[in-house]
């Protein structure tokens, strides 16, 4: 049943990803300047060590456009690859609480070493604006005091992660 819903939900969820990644992509033009030279080549995101009782996240496959944006390849992914990303992802619940406080993952880089080096500097240096996209829809008021609330909750999981780090049990 998870295996169903998984290919129900998978496209529609990877569609909208790509959209916000493009849309922080897109706000940055230094970040769309660095893409251009790769356009046409892929990039293959997926996990590695993933626990066998869950059902496998697809492998994301990208596809550099001539503007410096990411096309998703769908679920059929392309037979060979530029560069290949794997992320660790033996504890996907600890991954995913890193993640959103704010701390990048370990990442397994192969492939072509300029779109690697290219790669790993959006992955160190681009953020999402999020306080300006939210002033967008709520005005300057209520953007300051979402973005505020949001703040608070990324530094509290920051800080519950970092203790569940430091109280790991200690092997004998």
Do not use: Y
């Not at 869950?54 to 769908?74: H, Y």
């Not at 681009?126 to 909750?153: C, I, K, N, T, Y």
């Amino acid at each position: 049943m998870l295996q169903t819903l998984n290919s129900l939900l998978a496209p529609a969820v990877l569609e909208r990803l790509t959209l916000v990644i493009n849309h922080v992509l897109s706000s940055e033009s230094v970040a769309t300047d660095r893409l251009k030279p790769h356009a046409g080549r892929t990039l293959e995101l997926a996990a590695s060590a993933w626990p066998s009782l869950l059902p496998p996240p697809p492998v994301l496959a990208f596809r550099i456009t001539p503007a410096g944006l990411l096309e998703w390849c769908g679920l059929d992914r392309p037979a060979s690859c530029d560069l290949a990303l794997r992320v660790d992802a033996a504890n996907p619940a600890l991954l995913l609480a890193r993640s959103l406080g704010g701390e990048l993952p370990p990442v397994a880089i192969d492939g072509d070493a300029q779109l690697a080096g290219d790669v790993n500097w959006l992955m160190q240096n681009l953020r999402w604006d999020v306080a300006a996209d939210l002033e967008r829809f709520f005005g300057p008021v209520v953007a300051q005091q979402l973005h505020r609330l949001g703040s608070a909750l990324a530094h509290a999981l920051r800080t519950a992660v970092q203790g569940l780090g430091r109280a790991r049990p200690r092997s004998r």
